[in-house]
């Protein structure tokens, strides 16, 4: 009995399909942010979905997972909301992308290694 069976995707479904996996994200994983049964955004991708507003709608949600398209939590970081912890967030992540600058600087000189006090930081931090 085989594990799985292979169905024959329209163009524009598997140009979805072939995006999910670039993306690493699962079809269930873009059917709950679509809030749909899965089988229904299965159905989709064989056939593409039943309106122009439904195909942009799945093409949003799936830019938002790419990280091509701002999200809620990007609109907050870009000082959209002068909420405290996205303000916290803010803050962690420019750190961060300066870290990680050095890091980059660091390696770019022949340096092969980062200090591990400075890794554990980070890694506290984030938790």
């Known amino acids: ?16 399909d072939d995006r999910l996996r670039a993306a690493h994200v699962t079809k269930a ?3 709950q942010q679509l809030q749909l049964h899965p089988s ?7 056939s593409e979905p039943p309106s122009s507003f ?11 997972l790419e990280g091509t398209k701002p999200s809620l939590l990007a609109d907050k ?8 912890t996205a303000n916290q ?4 992540i420019s750190e961060l992308r300066t870290f990680r ?3 980059a600087r660091s390696l770019s000189d022949g340096t092969d290694a980062v200090p591990i006090h400075d890794v554990v930081y980070w890694v506290n931090r984030v938790l």
């Open 1 to 16: 009995m085989p594990t799985s069976r292979k169905h024959a995707l329209s163009d524009w479904g598997s140009d979805i």
């Open 29 to 31: 994983a873009l059917a």
């Open 40 to 46: 229904t955004l299965f159905r989709w991708l064989q």
């Open 54 to 64: 439904e195909r942009r709608r799945v093409e949003n949600v799936l830019e938002q």
């Open 77 to 84: 970081l870009a000082g959209h909301d002068s909420d405290t």
């Open 89 to 92: 967030l803010r803050d962690i």
């Open 101 to 103: 600058r050095n890091v």
